[in-house]
Structure formats: C-alpha cells, structure tokens
Antibody, heavy 121, light 108 residues
Framework: QVQLAESGGGVVQPGRSLRLSCAAS????????LHWVRQAPGRGLEWVAV????????YYTDSVKGRFTISSDYSKNTLYLQMNSLRAEDTAVYYC??????????????WGQGTLVTVSS | SSELTQDPAVSVALGQTVRITCQGD??????ASWYQQKPGQAPVLVIY???NRPSGIPDRFSGSSSGNTASFTITGAQAEDEADYYC???????????FGTGTKVTVL
C-alpha cells in the first residue's frame, strides 16, 4: 500500500536551515508529482511546493521562493524539502502528499503523518 | 497565484443537508478537490474531479461546480462529519496549487 513518511522536523532558530525528508513506498516513485503542504498551528492548509514526476519542473508558493528547494532522490524513493533562512512564520506541520491518480493533479489522495517545524529563538 | 474563498463556518442539524462553497477564478478552468480534516489528523480526500469519491468515502458526500464556484454537499450529515473542510485546485496558470480558506462544519 502507498505510504509516505516525513521526518526531519524540529526546533530551529530564525535564519537557520532544516531539511525535511519524505520516504515513499508502495508505488512507482517516478510516476507521480509530489507536493509539500503545510499547516501553521490553528491555521488552514497551505500548498508549499511541487516537483514533477521526472524532477524537471519545480514550483513554489511565493512566500518560500528563493528560500526553499524541493528535490527527489529516485534511488531512495525519497522527497526532500530544503528550507533555508527560516522565519517564525514558517512554523507549521509539513506534510508530503501524492495525487490519488495522475490524471487528477492536485487531488491528494495520500498524505504522510506530518512533521512539525518550529522556528523560534 | 490565485485565491480560493470559503465561508469560515457552517452548522447543520443531524441528518440534514449542508452545502459548502469555494470561489475562485481558477475554478472556471479546473475542478476543485475537497478534504476533510479532523483535529490532530492529516487531511483526507473526499471529493475529486467532477464528482468522484475515493474508495471508502460515504456517498452522502458529493461535489459540483458552476462558473467560478465549486460546491461540496453532505446529504444527511452525521456526527462524525463534524470537521474542517478545505477545497483546493490549481491556480489559473496550472503550475501552482492553492487551498481554500477552510470551512468548519458543526453538526448540531
């Protein structure tokens, strides 16, 4: 069965960096676009970034452009989110997510359990 | 980027019908998906495409779309349907994605 498992969250000071990982299993990793979605405490869901199935295309929400980098390691079936220059407003639970079907982009039928990132001095 | 707007909160009596709307320019071109989220849990996809339900999602959940508005309906609301509901879609460029502001559904 499809499984997504995030790791790498924690407490980090403003301006520092953190790398999140999402280990994927149960499906052909190279066939699907993969996304990061976050949720600040008590707030709504926010789409963060997407990487295309072949890794050629990457898009980011405006607030993280130039600071975050999404990438995939196809040998490890793992998705990453490198987060630099972290700000207090980046504090959130970060989820990786996969489309239910490739013909319905953005319909996230699979989610990880989330990993909490807290940016605080 | 674009925005998707939802009413912050709605309430429904047990067994009655409630409809949630999601408005945004990109919905003229792309379908919305709908998610249910309960406290402390990851979101769950409940509607996608024109009106498709993933396996295991009750048929009391349905979706529709007209113009710039997508709608999600619970017909015969149950106590376990009390949750936050979010729509999402692509933005008008098709490259970016956006979530709605979320609607808290209370079952009375």
């Amino acid at each position: 069965q499809v499984q997504l498992a995030e790791s790498g969250g924690g407490v980090v000071q403003p301006g520092r960096s953190l790398r999140l990982s999402c280990a994927a299993s149960g499906f052909t990793f190279s066939r699907y676009d993969l996304h990061w979605v976050r949720q600040a405490p008590g707030r709504g869901l926010e789409w963060v970034a997407v990487i295309s199935s072949n890794g050629a295309n990457k898009y980011y929400t405006d607030s993280v452009k130039g600071r975050f980098t999404i990438s995939s390691d196809y040998s490890k079936n793992t998705l990453y989110l490198q987060m630099n220059s972290l700000r207090a407003e980046d504090t959130a639970v970060y989820y990786c997510a996969r489309d239910l079907e490739t013909r319905y982009p953005g319909s996230y039928g699979y989610w990880g359990q989330g990993t909490l990132v807290t940016v605080s001095s | 980027s674009s925005e998707l707007t939802q009413d912050p909160a709605v309430s429904v009596a047990l067994g009655q019908t409630v409809r949630i709307t999601c408005q945004g320019d990109s919905l003229r071109r792309y379908y919305a998906s709908w998610y249910q989220q309960k406290p402390g849990q990851a979101p769950v996809l409940v509607i996608y495409g024109k009106n498709n339900r993933p396996s295991g999602i009750p048929d009391r959940f349905s979706g529709s779309s007209s113009g710039n508005t997508a709608s999600f309906t619970i017909t015969g609301a149950q106590a376990e349907d009390e949750a936050d509901y979010y729509c999402n879609s692509r933005d008008s460029s098709g490259n970016y994605y956006v979530f709605g502001t979320g609607t808290k559904v209370t079952v009375l």
